[in-house]
């Protein structure tokens, strides 16, 4: 059964880059026709798409353009991990990240989410 | 961009109920239409994808329709394991989008 696991500081000071991990078990980072994504959700809202990057020989990534350029993933086959960073961050970055799994449309598999909050 | 829109935003409902949710994109979208379900501090449980397809193991008295502009979720008899906030999701030219939920309360 596919897993998913975030890791990475549950605290950020304003204008740092925060950076998540999502180790990937019983399963691929590489397997083909497969997405690795990013999703938050701020306390008490809804949920945000962030990004997901695609590997197939060569890697894809996508970015909600709500973020400005801000975020970037990025594939580890070696750890078989994913990553996030999302650089000059704000309180308004405080959220539960989740990374996901997809096949394109649908997300099927979750991480349990960390909650990373931006406070100095 | 396309903006999906879901109604109610909070429903009140006793077991037994048969629940529908709504999901209204500002544009006509193709079946690239997902249901989602999320209880407090858990992460969120895909329930339906390409508008009606049933994902496996959920159970069946979970639907999903529609097409153009306006998708449904429907909960046939509502189960105490049901109260939750659902999510819709859409998906068009390497963008997700999400709802902004609704949230299924006890009445």
């Known amino acids: 059964q596919l897993q998913l696991q975030e890791s990475g500081p549950g605290l950020v000071e304003p204008s740092e880059t925060l950076s998540l991990s999502c180790i990937v078990s019983s399963g691929s980072v590489t397997t083909y026709d497969i997405y690795w994504g990013w999703i938050r959700q701020p306390p008490g809202k809804g949920l945000e798409w962030i990004g997901s990057?695609?590997?197939?020989?060569?890697?894809?990534?996508y970015y909600n353009p709500s973020l400005r350029g801000r975020a970037t993933t990025s594939i580890d086959s070696s750890k078989n991990h994913f990553s996030l960073q999302i650089t000059s961050v704000t309180a308004a970055d405080t959220a539960v990240y989740y990374c996901?799994?997809?096949?394109?449309?649908?997300?099927?598999?979750w991480g349990q989410g960390i909650l990373v909050t931006v406070s100095s | 961009d396309i903006q999906m829109t879901q109604s109610p935003s909070t429903l009140s409902a006793s077991v037994g109920d048969r629940v529908t949710i709504t999901c209204r994109a500002s544009?006509?979208?193709?079946?690239?239409l997902a249901w989602y379900q999320q209880k407090p501090g858990k992460a969120p449980k895909l329930l339906i994808f390409?508008?009606?397809s049933l994902k496996s193991g959920v159970p069946s008295r979970f639907s999903g329709s529609g097409s153009g502009a306006e998708f449904t979720l429907t909960i046939s008899s509502l189960q105490p394991d049901d109260f939750a906030t659902y999510y819709c999701?859409?998906?068009?030219?390497?963008?997700?989008?999400f709802g902004q939920g609704t949230k299924v309360e006890i009445k």
């Open positions: 390409k508008a009606s």
């Open positions: 999701q859409h998906y068009n030219s390497y963008m997700w989008t």
């Open positions: 544009q006509s979208i193709s079946s690239w």
């Open positions: 990057i695609y590997y197939s020989g060569t890697t894809y990534t």
């Open positions: 996901a799994r997809h096949e394109a449309a649908e997300f099927d598999h």
